[in-house]
């Protein structure tokens, strides 16, 4: 019995035609209901359906590949991000999906990618299950008409229950993401993490915008305020990049994907996928209130007995999420399209407690910290952590870059002296030392200082050079304690705050080596420098 609620697309050029029900375009109501019948996942008390990703709950970066192809072969950034496969072996691999969904319901659904219409693309994804198509909805832009007879830009192909032979198939293991530019098409097997669909169109964007659009593709986040200024928030995930973005008083356009026009910073999504470990309403209530009837929750616990969502339940993995329309955010911009930013704010969670809590940044050391894309993991987070682990994620997000880190770097900084942005350093981490010895920066003198900063109330202090990293630190800042301002000064040992200032300074110009041939002198001198004695 196929869905006959509206016309179904042409799945010809897939050769789908062997599958049992086609379910298209349903409604967040209905996805809800077909998850609860197939017994896919069951409902918070919220109206949120809470789901089990399965073995993998996160995304699985060494299967991830690239279809080396004449678009892709001299372009690509090669290496342990971007993993080459084979065309033919694509193609093999792709026709056993499309026989493994024979007499199987799939569900179809037509949807787009980039706000501002300049840059749209059509985006047709084909789920083998309800919830995963429940994520696309939220997730993607959901156009007002779409045409199912059309064959789309690109096509995104999500089997979880299909696990590949690697030594026939040519993966790594049994799941895999493979892009295919030639073919545009997506696939996806052996993993039900939705995010895996997420960053796949992302990737795409972020080789056709700049490469062929020179549009500047972001990991980031964005808001604007009532005047009409943008602000835009880079990090990597747990520097607080969706929850510094979600501001009761700035206007919402996007939490994690946009693109930077000549004159426009537009949102790639049409919803918000939040890391919710720890949520509150109290800390995030714009976050806490949009997980409503039919939002997505992922591999969270409940407080045993009940249908309420605890948070702070880890056991499954620390990468809960939530899923929902941007719509739910009661402040957020239609369509999502904003001005071309006045603020940046790169976001690092230094666990180390070297960096100040706000810098200054010049053009040239926002490239530089661009491409180094700094933040630390922490004891706990991984196995074999056992103390502070620098990580560096060029442009904030590597693992979903095809072209040079480079390429990005530049477009950012043409950008930033045309538009006359300032940029700053927020570090959300550690001050007083690193972790276990230190204090994570309280959310409310960040929040302070982003506020400050916005305001222009930053613009005429007295600034301080840090010694070893060259960063511009004001002296003083509304609602935030001075002695805060200065990580030297928050140290009990000035002695040892300068030996681990050097230690990560060194670290840092270890990564950089990569891209000294590649870069101009005025960002390599925008390192940090060793000066003082240890």
Same mark, same amino acid.
């Given at each position: 019995?196929?869905?006959?609620?509206?016309?179904?697309?042409d799945?010809?050029?897939?050769?789908?035609?062997?599958?049992r029900?086609?379910?298209?375009?349903?409604?967040?109501? +209905? $996805?809800?209901?077909?998850?609860?019948?197939?017994?896919?996942?069951?409902?918070?008390?919220?109206?949120?359906?809470?789901?089990?990703?399965?073995e993998?709950?996160?995304?699985?970066?060494?299967?991830? #590949?690239?279809?080396?192809?004449?678009?892709?072969?001299?372009?690509?950034?090669?290496?342990?991000?971007?993993?080459? #496969?084979?065309?033919?072996?694509?193609d093999a691999?792709?026709?056993?999906?499309?026989?493994?969904?024979?007499?199987?319901?799939?569900?179809?659904?037509?949807?787009? =990618?980039?706000?501002?219409?300049?840059? /749209?693309?059509?985006?047709?994804?084909?789920?083998?299950?309800?919830y995963?198509?429940?994520?696309?909805?939220?997730?993607?832009?959901?156009?007002?008409?779409?045409?199912?007879?059309?064959?789309?830009?690109?096509?995104?192909?999500?089997?979880?229950?299909?696990? =590949?032979? @690697?030594?026939?198939?040519?993966?790594?293991?049994?799941n895999?993401?493979?892009?295919?530019?030639?073919?545009?098409?997506?696939?996806?097997?052996?993993?039900?993490?939705?995010?895996?669909i997420?960053?796949?169109?992302?990737?795409? $964007?972020?080789?056709?915008?700049?490469? &062929?659009?020179?549009?500047?593709?972001? /990991?980031c986040?964005a808001?604007?305020?009532?005047?009409?200024?943008?602000?835009?928030?880079?990090?990597?995930?747990?520097?607080g990049?969706?929850?510094?973005?979600?501001?009761? +008083?700035?206007?919402?356009?996007?939490?994690d &994907?946009?693109?930077?026009?000549?004159?426009?910073?537009?949102?790639?999504?049409?919803?918000?996928?939040?890391?919710?470990?720890?949520?509150? &309403?109290?800390?995030?209530?714009?976050?806490?209130?949009?997980?409503? #009837?039919?939002?997505?929750?992922?591999?969270?616990?409940?407080?045993?007995?009940?249908?309420?969502?605890? #948070?702070?339940n !880890?056991?499954?993995?620390?990468?809960?999420?939530?899923?929902? @329309?941007?719509?739910?955010?009661?402040n957020?911009?239609?369509?999502?399209?904003?001005?071309s930013?006045?603020?940046?704010?790169?976001?690092?969670?230094?666990?180390?407690?070297?960096?100040?809590?706000?810098?200054?940044?010049?053009?040239?050391?926002?490239?530089?910290?661009?491409?180094?894309?700094?933040?630390?993991?922490?004891?706990?987070?991984?196995?074999?952590?056992s103390?502070?682990?620098?990580?560096f994620s060029?442009?904030?997000?590597?693992?979903?870059? @095809?072209?040079?880190?480079?390429?990005?770097?530049?477009?950012?900084g043409?950008?930033?002296?045309?538009?006359n942005?300032?940029?700053?350093?927020?570090?959300?981490?550690?001050?007083?030392?690193?972790?276990?010895?230190?204090?994570?920066?309280? !959310?409310?003198?960040?929040?302070?200082?982003?506020?400050?900063?916005?305001?222009?109330? !930053?613009?005429?202090?007295?600034?301080?050079?840090?010694?070893?990293?060259? !960063?511009?630190?004001?002296?003083?800042?509304?609602?935030?304690?001075?002695?805060?301002l200065?990580p030297?000064?928050?140290?009990?040992?000035?002695?040892?705050?300068?030996?681990?200032?050097?230690?990560?300074? $060194?670290?840092?110009?270890?990564?950089?080596?990569?891209?000294?041939?590649?870069?101009?002198?005025?960002?390599?001198?925008? =390192?940090?420098?060793?000066t003082i004695?240890?």
């Open positions: 019995m196929r869905n006959s609620t509206t016309q179904l697309p799945l010809g050029y897939l050769k789908l035609d062997r599958a029900n086609i379910y298209y375009q349903l409604t967040a109501a +209905e $996805l809800v209901e077909e998850a609860l019948k197939r017994n896919e996942g069951v409902l918070a008390d919220s109206g949120a359906l809470a789901v089990d990703t399965g993998f709950t996160g995304r699985s970066p060494k299967d991830r #590949f690239i279809v080396e192809d004449d678009i892709t072969r001299d372009t690509v950034w090669w290496g342990q991000v971007n993993i080459k #496969f084979d065309s033919a072996k694509f691999l792709l026709q056993k999906v499309i026989a493994y969904f024979a007499d199987r319901d799939i569900f179809v659904r037509d949807s787009c =990618a980039c706000a501002n219409e300049k840059f /749209h693309i059509d985006i047709r994804v084909i789920t083998e299950t309800a995963q198509n429940l994520f696309v909805r939220h997730l993607f832009l959901r156009p007002d008409i779409a045409n199912p007879t059309s064959i789309p830009d690109w096509t995104i192909i999500a089997a979880p229950g299909f696990k =590949a032979d @690697p030594q026939v198939d040519g993966t790594r293991q049994h895999f993401s493979i892009i295919n530019f030639s073919k545009r098409i997506i696939l996806i097997g052996g993993t039900g993490y939705t995010g895996e997420k960053k796949g169109i992302f990737s795409v $964007l972020n080789f056709l915008l700049p490469h &062929e659009r020179k549009v500047l593709s972001m /990991h986040s808001n604007t305020g009532v005047k009409g200024d943008t602000a835009i928030f880079f990090g990597l995930s747990g520097t990049k969706t929850t510094l973005s979600a501001d009761p +008083e700035r206007s919402l356009i996007g939490d &994907e946009h693109g930077w026009s000549e004159y426009t910073i537009f949102n790639f999504e049409g919803g918000c996928y939040a890391k919710c470990a720890d949520l509150t &309403e109290e800390k995030e209530p714009q976050i806490f209130n949009a997980i409503q #009837f039919g939002a997505l929750l992922e591999n969270i616990n409940f407080v045993k007995g009940t249908r309420t969502v605890n #948070f702070s !880890l056991d499954k993995t620390e990468n809960t999420r939530a899923a929902y @329309p941007i719509d739910n955010i009661s957020a911009v239609n369509p999502s399209i904003g001005s930013p006045k603020n940046i704010f790169f976001l690092t969670a230094d666990a180390f407690g070297i960096l100040p809590p706000i810098s200054k940044l010049t053009p040239a050391q926002a490239m530089y910290y661009f491409i180094s894309g700094y933040t630390a993991k922490i004891a706990g987070t991984e196995t074999g952590i103390e502070p682990q620098a990580t060029p442009c904030f997000g590597e693992a979903f870059l @095809p072209l040079s880190p480079v390429v990005y770097a530049k477009l950012l043409n950008k930033i002296k045309a538009h942005v300032k940029v700053w350093l927020i570090n959300t981490g550690w001050t007083g030392g690193p972790f276990g010895v230190g204090k994570r920066i309280k !959310l409310k003198y960040t929040r302070a200082m982003i506020t400050a900063a916005l305001n222009g109330e !930053l613009d005429n202090v007295h600034y301080h050079e840090h010694p070893v990293f060259n !960063l511009q630190m004001p002296a003083n800042c509304p609602n935030v304690p001075d002695n805060l200065d030297r000064k928050t140290w009990p040992n000035a002695d040892n705050y300068d030996e681990k200032a050097n230690n990560l300074a $060194l670290t840092f110009l270890k990564n950089f080596e990569q891209y000294i041939d590649l870069i101009g002198s005025d960002v390599i001198n925008a =390192a940090p420098n060793v004695a240890v």
